[in-house]
């Protein structure tokens, strides 16, 4: 068959590769100029390695990305242990503490024994458990205060809950949490040379396979013809548009954005129900500095509620700065609603909003001698909530060879590469 894979990152690129494995001709669309979506890298004057967008490891148990690179030939992953914290307020001033091991978890200060004790002995059960249908009849809310107690909640989770899904925090499914401490290690990887030298990699064997790549090419509408979908794409570089008709289409768009240029396809219903699901979106900061922000931690948590930042991540703690230029990077991430004022704000405003907030967690922080590069991901978080499981996407479609394969479908899990190459595995098993 003749398909149309919409959608460069990882699922787009995935789903090209094994589609070419059952002889169907493929052509991949993509509006920007370079494959990968988030996880797309830029490359700075003086820097070795390209940098993703937005925050991108892995974990040991990231099988199916793992295998994917295996399978091309692709060995250049490290791993480590980077070191993780969490940020709060004692008194007046900021305190960051160790949350890396068990023995860390035992020292934590601001809780009693008895309390640590029984929120331990929750996580390790957590860590241990399938998957169970209870997690999906409460709130994540709801177990962590009954399994673990009100101030378990208000001190470890509370505030994490809120920056990542604002308004909705109450209502996010248990499974959601399983799924977070059942997948999480200390143990982190790192591609060498960015995630943008593994998608080069992807690229060039996909087109070794015959696959047609349109990069800067956006898909401005599909329609159903009889048996066939024809799909209006504009050439950005020439500023040309185009129609092409293919027997299959595989969407690796977001929700939201692929029932805008698919619209009239689907019946009414299954456009209401895909309509449904809530998102939250991605701001992301990068600051290159001169000095270390955070000196030797890469993650830590931001659990301070008049802070809005969600998580700071020194990338250079992670990675050598040597990398880089001798520069040192560091990503401000946040998880924002479609209406807060940061997806409106232009470079220079969400330099101006964050800057005092840096300040107030590193007095020394020099924003004059550093440099900012920023990116907003549309639809970045769906809101795991209990209209969630009605309404979420499947492989299959009402509309026969139409299949998706979008991050949405990750659930319980948080979206990353190595559930974009399941799916985009996964959904080719589905074409008939």
Known sequence: MKVAVLGGGFAGLTASYYLTKKKHKVTLFEKDPVLGG????????????????????????????????????????????????????????????????????????????????????????LKASPFLSLYEKQ??????????????????????????????????????????????????GYIEGGFQRFIEHIEQRILEEAVTVKKSHHIRSVRKAFKRFELTVLDISKNQEREVAFDAVISTLPTPILLKVAKGVFPDEYEKKLGAIEYQHAVSLVVEMKKPFLEDAYWVNVCIPENPIMGLFEHTNFVS??????????????????????????HDE???????????????????????????????????????????????????NFYIANLDMTYPYDRGTNYAVALGKKVVEHLS
């Open 321 to 346: 700065s040597e990398r880089y230029g001798g520069s040192h990077l560091l990503y401000v991430g946040n998880y924002v609603d479609g209406k807060d004022a940061r997806l409106r704000m232009t």
């Open 38 to 125: 988030l996880a797309g890298g830029f490359k700075k004057k003086g820097w070795d390695w390209s940098l993703e967008k937005a925050v991108h490891h892995l974990f040991p148990n990231d099988h199916d990305i793992l295998n994917f690179a295996k399978e091309l030939g692709f060995t250049d992953i490290v791993f480590s242990s980077p070191k993780t914290q969490s940020l709060y307020k004692d008194g007046n001033n900021y305190r960051r503490i160790p949350v890396d091991t068990p023995q860390d978890f035992l020292k934590f200060p601001l809780l009693s024994l008895p309390v640590k004790l029984r929120a331990a002995f929750v996580l390790s059960f």
């Open 139 to 188: 709130t994540a809310e709801e177990f962590l205060k009954r399994s673990m107690g009100k101030k378990a909640w208000e001190v470890l989770w509370e505030e994490l809950f809120r920056k990542k899904f604002g308004k909705y925090a109450g209502n996010i499914l248990a499974s959601f949490i399983w799924a977070r401490i059942k997948k999480r290690t200390k143990k982190l």
């Open 350 to 400: 969400l330099v101006k909003f964050y800057v005092p907030h840096l300040k107030k967690i590193n007095s020394k922080f020099e924003a004059r001698r550093s440099k900012f590069t920023s990116f907003k991901g549309a639809f970045a978080q769906p809101i795991f909530d209990k209209e969630f499981l009605k309404n979420k996407p499947d492989f299959e479609t009402p509309v026969k």
